[in-house]
């Protein structure tokens, strides 16, 4: 019959159809949106997060920071995981802003073995057990300080508050100074990791020094150098069982949309001595179809007219 048709015949009857695909598609439309429904509600009622800023040279328990989000979250063996800062670094476009940050880590089990080591960065995040470490934020943790040769000194660094979105992190070296109540020192300012910039204790303006350059800088009679400035990672963590049920449910939906545009056309034809009655019908594009069925109609007279001519071939040689 042609035209991707399957034929079945009996007698004088006869069947064909094509398309059966897209009969039954929209069926698997309806059952890939209760996936996709049945995703969203094991997200919604069965994941963990939970976020946590950490120091470089620090580690934390994926337990510790994973907080339930539904009825249905329960703790997974993968909590036990332990998570190593390695090294958090920073790269800065010409204009000396923040473009990216990242953070190397590796994760132990129980028994103190590496199980994986990765640095991630904004959008590209570790995944492992079902847990995904997210890099969302950074912090300044600590400055490393020499005084007059002495140290390093570790100094814990605040954050300041300012208008808007921008950073702003300080610190004190404290002097000696006997027969005072006030505490004073050296204050040491920053917006990032590569300059810190130094006020003598009467609060004046002294100098810029970056940490890579360890340059001495004389603050008050003293010599100080900046030594490393050590920043904190910010990682936000989440298991989402119901991730890959959606995601599986999209693609379903995709496939299955795409298969209910074929069109399922099915025709009937009986044969009644020199009559031929034939039937169709389609689901979709019934212009097309009609032509179809005049295109395939056109063709039978000349399979008529060749079985005639067979029989009389037969005839003669009789």
């Not at 009467?202 to 920043?231: H, M, Q």
């Amino acid at each position: 019959m042609g035209s991707g048709y399957e034929v079945f015949t009996k007698g004088p009857s006869l069947y064909a159809f094509k398309g059966l695909a897209g009969r039954f598609a929209p069926i698997g439309v309806h059952l890939a949106m209760l996936f996709i429904m049945a995703g969203a509600t094991l997200s919604a009622t069965g994941s963990f997060k939970g976020s946590v800023d950490v120091p470089q040279g620090l580690n934390f328990v994926i337990g510790d920071v994973m907080k339930p989000q539904g009825v249905l979250s329960f703790a997974h063996d993968v909590f036990n995981t332990e998570v190593h800062v390695n090294r958090f670094y920073m790269e800065y476009y010409d204009s000396g802003e923040v473009s990216q940050f990242y953070s190397d880590l590796s994760l132990f089990d129980l028994d103190g073995n590496e199980v994986m080591r990765k640095t991630i960065k904004v959008n590209d995040p570790l995944r492992y057990g079902g847990v995904t470490i997210y890099q969302t934020d950074w912090g300044f943790s600590a400055l490393q300080v020499k005084k007059n040769g002495e140290g390093p000194f570790n100094l814990a660094v605040a954050p300041l508050k300012l208008n808007g979105d921008k950073k702003l992190f300080g610190t004190l070296l404290p002097l000696e100074n006997s027969g005072s109540s006030n505490v004073k020192g050296i204050s040491m300012l920053a917006r990032d990791l590569q300059s810190i910039v130094l006020y003598d204790q009467e609060g004046k303006f002294v100098g810029v020094r970056r940490p890579s350059s360890k340059l001495p800088i004389e603050i008050d009679g003293n010599e100080i150098v900046i030594e490393d400035a050590i920043g904190s990672t910010g990682l936000d963590l989440k298991t989402d069982p119901g991730v890959p049920i959606v995601y599986a449910g999209f693609g379903a939906l995709m496939l299955t949309t795409c298969i209910s545009y074929l069109s399922h056309s099915q025709i009937w034809a009986l044969q009644d001595g020199s009559t031929v009655v034939v039937g169709g019908k389609t689901n979709r594009a019934k212009l097309e179809f009609s032509g179809e069925m005049n295109r395939l109609l056109d063709k039978v007279p000349e399979l008529i007219s060749t079985n005639e001519n067979t029989v009389d071939s037969k005839q003669s040689a009789t």
